[in-house]
C-alpha cells in the first residue's frame, strides 16, 4: 500500500508560482515512478510530468515543458511540483500518482494504482 497526501495549492494570479508537495508513505516498490496529474472540470485527468523515484530522470508534457518542474527528496519521501509563469488554463484539481515497475504506459491514468486526494489550483487572469 501507498499513501499519498498532496498540499500546496491555492489561488494565484496569472504569470505566478506555487509549489505542490506529494508526501508519500508506503512500499517502495509501488512507487517506482511517480506522477502528477490534473483534472479540469468537465475534462478528462491528464499527465503532467513523471519522476523515476530512485533515479530521478522526468519526463513533462509538452503543455507544461519549460514552466514545471518535477523533483523529490528520497530523505523525505516527498515528490514537488514547482510552476511557474502560470496561466489561467493551468487551473485544475493537481493529483500525485504512483505505480510499480511494469506498467505498458506512465502517461496515461490507468497505470497508477496508487492517488492522492487533490489539491486546487486556481489561477486568474
Known amino acids: 500500500q501507498v499513501q499519498l497526501v498532496e498540499s500546496g495549492g491555492g489561488l494565484v494570479q496569472a504569470g505566478g508560482s506555487l509549489r505542490l508537495s506529494c508526501a508519500a508513505s508506503?512500499?517502495?516498490?509501488?512507487?517506482?515512478?511517480m506522477a502528477w496529474f490534473r483534472q479540469a472540470p468537465g475534462k478528462e485527468r491528464i499527465f503532467i510530468a513523471i519522476?523515476?523515484?530512485?533515479?530521478?530522470?522526468?519526463s513533462y508534457a509538452d503543455s507544461v515543458k519549460g514552466r514545471f518542474t518535477i523533483s523529490r527528496d528520497t530523505a523525505k519521501n516527498v515528490m514537488y511540483l514547482q510552476m511557474n509563469s502560470l496561466k489561467p488554463e493551468d487551473t485544475a484539481i493537481y493529483y500525485c500518482?504512483?505505480?510499480?515497475?511494469?506498467?505498458?504506459?506512465?502517461?496515461?491514468?490507468?497505470?497508477?494504482?496508487?492517488w492522492g486526494q487533490g489539491t486546487q489550483v486556481t489561477v486568474s487572469s
Open positions: 500518482a504512483s505505480a510499480p515497475r511494469g506498467r505498458s504506459t506512465y502517461t496515461g491514468a490507468s497505470g497508477y494504482d496508487y
Open positions: 508506503g512500499r517502495t516498490s509501488n512507487r517506482y515512478i
Open positions: 519522476i523515476n523515484w530512485s533515479a530521478g530522470t522526468t
